[in-house]
């Protein structure tokens, strides 16, 4: 799983009507259990959006994100570094830089404009993915 799929799945994981990853919890604990896990879920593109079951609901990100603990005391809205605290993703730079190169960015530097590239982006990702994103988060 990639970083963007991380983040999509820790804002997204409570309010889909059918998740993939939830299956393998309710099988019967077996021998290949473990295997399967690891191969249930195909690579696809950060920018496909990502089906989770018949009916997905769009989730207000900000509704979400500002109701996990500490986000009082975080700037999700403008740091991606922050983003990804909040929802528990290691921000370091070597995850950034996987995550840019998800996104399309193959020259990842971590500067601050290579920051606020990357949180835009995932803003718009987010958006493409079903998250009400407001206008002031995107581009």
């Known amino acids: 799983?990639?970083?963007?799929?991380?983040?999509?799945?820790?804002?997204?994981?409570?309010?889909?009507?059918?998740?993939?990853?939830?299956?393998?919890?309710?099988?019967?604990?077996?021998?290949?259990?473990?295997?399967?896990?690891?191969?249930?879920?195909?690579?696809?593109?950060?920018?496909?959006?990502?089906?989770?079951g018949e009916a997905m609901q769009q989730v207000d990100l900000e509704k979400v994100l500002d109701a996990r603990p500490g986000a009082g005391n975080l700037n999700w809205r403008t740091s991606i570094v922050d983003l990804m605290k909040l929802v528990g993703i290691d921000s370091s730079y070597d995850n950034r830089k996987q995550l840019a190169t998800e996104l399309g960015r193959q020259d990842y530097s971590g500067s601050a404009e290579d920051n606020e590239w990357l949180h835009q982006r995932t803003m718009e990702e987010l958006a493409k993915n079903g998250a009400k994103v407001p206008a002031s988060l995107q581009a």
Do not use: L, V, W, Y
């Open 1 to 52: 799983m990639g970083i963007f799929s991380a983040i999509r799945d820790a804002i997204f994981g409570h309010h889909t009507t059918a998740q993939p990853s939830s299956a393998p919890e309710q099988q019967p604990a077996t021998a290949h259990a473990a295997p399967a896990q690891a191969t249930a879920q195909p690579a696809t593109p950060a920018s496909a959006p990502q089906p989770h």
